[in-house]
């Protein structure tokens, strides 16, 4: 997890990028963050809201797979299997699902390899 000050500091450089593109603009509000006792007070323009706003509609975070195609749960596995029902979900769920079932256990490879020789002879 970042540490506080990062959060903080990362805040007041988003509302300084967005703001240098727009000096002029009246503050239309603020924003008071505190992290662990650090505290910040960012003050707001229009613009400044309309793209933190934005970035945050934006924002996907990589262990989102979205949802499940059965009960409609968000908690799908890699493997694409609802944490919720249990089911595979989507086309990919139902391929691996599918592929599992297929899948047998390989006889024991011998020591030396597959392709080792017998000098037994």
Request: aromatic letters at 4%.
């Amino acid at each position: 997890m970042p540490a506080p000050d990062d959060v903080l500091a990362a805040l007041r450089d988003f509302v300084a990028r967005v703001d240098a593109l727009d000096p002029g603009a009246p503050p239309q509000g603020e924003v008071v963050i505190g992290l662990r006792g650090a505290e910040s007070r960012l003050a707001l323009s229009a613009p400044v809201a309309r793209a933190l706003v934005e970035a945050l509609r934006a924002y996907h975070d990589p262990r989102d797979r979205g949802r499940c195609d059965h009960c409609g749960g968000g908690r799908l596995d890699d493997n694409f299997l609802c944490g919720d029902c249990g089911r595979p979900s989507g086309l990919f769920g139902q391929l691996i699902s599918e592929r599992a079932a297929r899948h047998t256990e390989q006889a024991e490879v011998p020591a030396g390899g597959r392709h080792a020789r017998d000098d037994r002879r």
